[in-house]
T-cell receptor, first 116, second 113 residues
């Protein structure tokens, strides 16, 4: 049990629709990252939020956006869904101290998104 | 471009033997390397972290080595058990930037009773 909770666990959307995924980070963690994991692949970094601001972004288009709230929970929003967006979306939380400290990064169980 | 390769997609090992998984990287300057276990349909679970200035780390039946000259990490599970069957992911974090992890594609390990 990592203390990182994600919702919903599974959902099906139609191409062109929009989706919002949610994540509650582990208590005391101020950094949340989102990853996309396609079947048979390793997780790919989407973006990270630190103290409510985006702090780095991977190679994903602007229709992938996010938010971090004062309690450090986070949302991932995807607009204009495409079939290739079907994947497991993982939230990861950690406690960033301003240095590369090697603090453990904990993952949630993920949200399975199917786009039809 | 940065590339992380894990030696094979799938590895079958007899119960009781040592399983060795390989992670190689190119065009990367990692601050540290992590190994995760992932079961089907679940999120990755952290196993071990090794820093760039460390050669070896152990935790119970697990051992990780890190050779920044060879740009390689080896992950060993000794006295393997069927319960060790899972996909194992290596992930690197750079000396620069944020807490982003770059993952390999994983090795699916099966321990045969």
């Amino acid at each position: 049990e990592t203390g990182v909770t994600q919702s919903p666990t599974h959902l099906i959307k139609t191409r062109g629709q929009q989706v919002t995924l949610r994540c509650s980070s582990q208590s005391g963690h101020n950094t949340v990252s989102w990853y996309q994991q396609a079947l048979g692949q390793g997780p790919q970094f989407i973006f990270q939020y630190y103290r409510e601001e985006e702090n780095g972004r991977g190679n994903f288009p602007p229709r992938f956006s996010g938010l971090q709230f004062p309690n450090y929970s986070s949302e991932l929003n995807v607009n204009a869904l495409e079939l290739d967006d079907s994947a497991l979306y993982l939230c990861a939380s950690s406690s960033r101290t301003g240095e590369i400290s090697g603090n453990t990064i904990y993952f949630g169980e993920g949200s399975w998104l199917t786009v039809v | 471009s940065q590339k992380i390769e894990q030696n094979s997609e799938a590895l079958n090992i007899q119960e009781g033997k040592t399983a060795t998984l390989t992670c190689n990287y190119t065009n990367y300057s990692p601050a540290y390397l992590q190994w995760y276990r992932q079961d089907p349909g679940r999120g990755p679970v952290f196993l071990l972290l090794i820093r760039e200035n460390e050669k070896e780390k152990r935790k119970e039946r697990l051992k990780v080595t890190f050779d920044t000259t060879l740009k390689q990490s080896l992950f060993h599970i000794t006295a393997s058990q069927p319960a060790d069957s899972a996909t194992y992911l290596c992930a690197l974090r750079s000396n620069f930037g944020n807490e982003k992890l770059t993952f390999g594609t994983g090795t699916r390990l099966t321990i045969i009773p």
